[in-house]
């Protein structure tokens, strides 16, 4: 099993920042892919941004040119920074690994922005 740990979430205002972290630990043999998704109250789970084990990363429309995933594989470490944060990037934000076909999922983080 691999397990994830998230931190970073919090509270800000529009146009602000903040960074997410998300360890990945346990029986980690190769992780293909990390990526973040993110879940608003009545809304399905949506893909922010992945990356893969050699860099290749894909990102949702919405926030494509103000976030930016990075990873860093000797820590087995993904991080998503987040700029000019709006109020409808407001959602719980999903750590995601996935490892021989397996997915992985943190608890989640609560990212709130104010107006």
């Known amino acids: 099993q691999v397990q994830l740990a998230e931190s970073g979430g919090g509270l800000v205002q529009a146009g602000g920042s903040l960074r997410l972290s998300c360890a990945a630990s346990?029986?980690?043999?190769?992780?293909?892919?990390m990526g973040w998704y993110r879940q608003a109250p009545g809304n399905q789970r949506e893909l922010v941004a992945r990356i893969t084990m050699i860099g290749i990363t894909n990102y949702a429309d919405s926030v494509k040119g103000r976030f930016t995933i990075s990873r860093d594989n000797a820590k087995n470490t993904v991080y998503l920074q987040m700029n000019s944060l709006k109020p409808e990037d407001t959602a719980v934000y999903y750590c995601?690994?996935?490892?021989?076909?397996?997915?992985?999922w943190g608890q989640g983080t609560q990212v709130t922005v104010s107006s």
């Open positions: 346990g029986r980690i043999f190769i992780i293909n892919s």
């Open positions: 995601n690994a996935v490892q021989r076909d397996e997915n992985y």
